[in-house]
């Protein structure tokens, strides 16, 4: 061998090796249920993983608060508890259903974003956002992201044949968010509304919508936010602690700094589970919204890169399923529901590692919080629903069975999609001359051809012959 070719066959033996390290996976990625499955595993080791972090960050503050260190994390159980029954039900509701019931779903999360702002409501941190029923308090702005992006699927969906004019593009589903923006709004709530506008975007985006819409659409939210920043006292000053954290250390810029100091001192494989100090009354909102910052400290970048993979991973399926399907309803829905789940947790990253300005949004099946994490639950449950909806995965559960899963769960064979038959084009009808009016020539020709036609028509085959013969 020349010393010219082993280069090239080095190159083709790592090329043979990586191939052996991907076929099995690839051979994987391509049964029928592989959706379904790889999004069971990364749901399940999500909120294994969101409960053990909320318990070794919440410890402190729970013993200082209650006496017991297992106090929020009683809670997080309780709620994941129900999120697993709400996902249950996802999973087996028949989307036809849902998407008949749509509208019925956001008139009534409309209907809870009006009562939370009456007394009905109860006021925390400084936002008249939650309901609290016998001791437990939920937001319903939550469920409102949910039911928006269902039946604006449904509305896009049944309008997709007239996407190309604007005025069948954005009525009814614009003017419906700009009302749950308003409402959220007047809580106030902007962590809320920018995930709103997250899920907008991506309905129109993964409708079709033309490019120069979401220029438009992103120039408008740019200045509607530095509006509201300017308007807001707390908003303006989360703004400038933003560009710079170091001008205010001990007072707005405290938290985001903290944040920082306890992802530094994570460092490469961190301080040991538990081992954290920011859950020390150092760093607020510990367990809710800065979590991320315990994962690096006491994990250090391999824990925030796990989280990050599995993340990147729900991003993947959820694109995955929307790709493989045939229904342009699910198509719809499993891609917006995807971007916004992924895209919550993107902001919430980015605001504790101090790329974005902090906004107080939970990451989804990892924070502390009911809301949060029975929605999430619902999300990862109309995903895994839309999963047995691929083409292929009907075709294996009908032929193959149900499978150990769902025998266990006990789920339904799903239907396969019927696309709506094609409507016949009508003929068009000539219209009535007005009374005492003359026919025109040519209408007169039409009519004239129109009664020979019928009159042979009527004739039948033998007086045709007859004709041709009396030529003949």
């Known amino acids: 061998m020349t010393t010219a070719t082993k280069p090239a066959a080095a190159r083709s033996a790592k090329k043979r090796a990586g191939l052996t390290v991907l076929s099995p996976l690839?051979?994987?990625l391509t049964r029928p249920l592989a959706s379904f499955h790889l999004l069971l595993a990364v749901f399940g080791l999500l909120t294994v993983f969101g409960l053990v972090m909320v318990l070794s960050a919440s410890s402190v503050d729970s013993f200082n608060r209650d006496g017991s260190s297992y106090s929020v994390f009683g809670k997080q159980v309780m709620y994941c508890l129900v999120g697993l029954v709400v996902f249950y039900l996802a999973l087996r509701v028949p989307v036809r259903l849902l998407r008949r019931y749509s509208l019925i779903l956001l008139t009534i999360c409309l209907v809870l974003l009006v009562l939370v702002l009456t007394p009905l409501g109860t006021e925390l941190n400084n936002a008249r956002s939650w309901f609290v029923v016998a001791g437990v308090s939920f937001q319903p702005v939550e469920f409102a992201k949910v039911a928006?992006?269902?039946?604006?699927?449904?509305?896009?969906?049944?309008k997709r044949g007239l996407m190309a004019?604007?005025?069948?593009l954005l009525v009814p589903v614009v003017p419906a968010a700009l009302l749950m923006f308003t409402l959220v709004m007047l809580q106030p709530d902007l962590g809320s509304t920018i995930t709103l506008f997250v899920v907008l975007l991506a309905l129109l985006w993964f409708a079709?919508?033309?490019?120069?819409?979401?220029?438009?659409?992103?120039?408008?939210?740019?200045?509607a936010g530095v509006a509201l920043s300017v308007v807001a006292e707390y908003r303006l000053a989360r703004l400038t602690n933003f560009l710079d954290p170091q001008a205010d250390p001990t007072g707005q810029g405290y938290q985001m700094m903290q944040a920082q100091y306890a992802l530094a001192d994570g460092g490469l494989f961190g301080r040991g589970l538990g081992r954290g100090w920011s859950k020390w009354q150092y760093l607020p909102n510990v367990h809710n919204d800065f979590i991320f910052a315990v994962i690096g400290e006491e994990l250090g970048f391999v824990g925030c890169a796990v989280v990050l993979v599995l993340f990147g991973t729900t991003a993947y399926v959820g694109l995955r399923i929307a790709f493989r399907n045939t229904d342009p309803y699910i198509r719809l829905v499993s891609a917006t529901l995807t971007t916004w789940l992924v895209g919550q947790a993107v902001i919430n990253v980015g605001y504790v590692v101090g790329l974005l300005p902090t906004t107080g949004l939970p990451l989804p099946l990892i924070s502390s919080g009911g809301s949060s994490v029975v929605t999430s639950m619902l999300v990862f449950g109309l995903?895994?629903?839309?999963?047995?909806h691929e083409p292929e995965a009907i075709a294996a559960l009908r032929s193959l069975g149900p499978g150990r899963v769902g025998k266990l769960l006990r789920l339904p064979t799903p239907a396969p999609?019927?696309?709506?038959?094609k409507r016949r084009p009508t003929r068009p009808t000539t219209p009535r001359s007005r009374p005492g009016?003359?026919?025109s020539g040519a209408a007169a020709t039409r009519r004239g051809s129109g009664d020979l036609r019928a009159r042979g028509a009527r004739s039948g085959p033998g007086s045709r012959a007859q004709t041709r013969g009396g030529h003949r």
Do not use: D, I
């Not at 928006?148 to 049944?158: E, K, N, Q, S």
């Open 208 to 223: 079709g919508a033309p490019l120069r819409l979401f220029l438009v659409m992103l120039l408008g939210a740019l200045t």
């Open 26 to 28: 690839t051979a994987w």
């Open 165 to 168: 004019q604007y005025r069948h």
């Open 437 to 439: 009016a003359k026919s």
């Open 148 to 158: 928006f992006a269902v039946w604006g699927a449904h509305v896009l969906v049944t």
């Open 417 to 421: 999609y019927r696309p709506p038959a």
């Open 383 to 388: 995903l895994a629903n839309f999963a047995r």
